[in-house]
């Protein structure tokens, strides 16, 4: 019996080791900013002469000043962020080709007015991360 609780509480010990170092670990902020809100990329299908040429690839985030417009916009990101979709998949669908470069003013200005409809008002500042377009492979 003496033999099993040595090694139990090595058990103990190793199992709570993780759990304990998890909560230690410092999280990586992209800026030092409180008003900026880093968004997961989104990918949308490319599309040219009705078949899928590729993959349209747009990271962004959004800086807002104001902490109540923020918090509303962080409470209503799954909104926010299919709206984006949408937009960003019809202009994908009719306007990028695999073959040029897409018009980063363009998507910025369209997520811009996306970002102010869904807010209901202006405030936050949309900033384009990165923008990238992969051809589909032949």
């Given at each position: ?81 299919d709206a984006y979709l949408r937009s960003l998949m019809s202009y994908s669908a009719a306007v990028v080709r695999p ?40």
């Amino acid at each position: 019996m003496r033999s099993f609780v040595p090694a139990f509480l090595l058990l103990a010990v190793l199992m709570a080791a993780p759990a304990l170092a998890d909560d230690d670990a410092p999280k990586h902020k992209i800026t030092q900013a409180d008003s900026f809100i880093m968004i997961e990329p989104m990918y949308t299908t490319v599309v040219d002469a009705g078949r899928p040429q590729g993959m349209l690839l747009v990271a962004i985030g959004l800086d807002i000043p104001d902490p109540v417009l923020r918090a509303q916009a962080d409470q209503g990101m799954p909104v926010l962020r299919d709206a984006y979709l949408r937009s960003l998949m019809s202009y994908s669908a009719a306007v990028v080709r695999p073959y040029q470069q897409p018009d980063v003013g363009l998507i910025a200005d369209r997520l811009q007015r996306v970002t102010d409809k869904e807010l209901h008002r202006k405030g936050a500042r949309v900033l384009l991360a990165q923008v990238a377009l992969q051809p589909k492979q032949p």
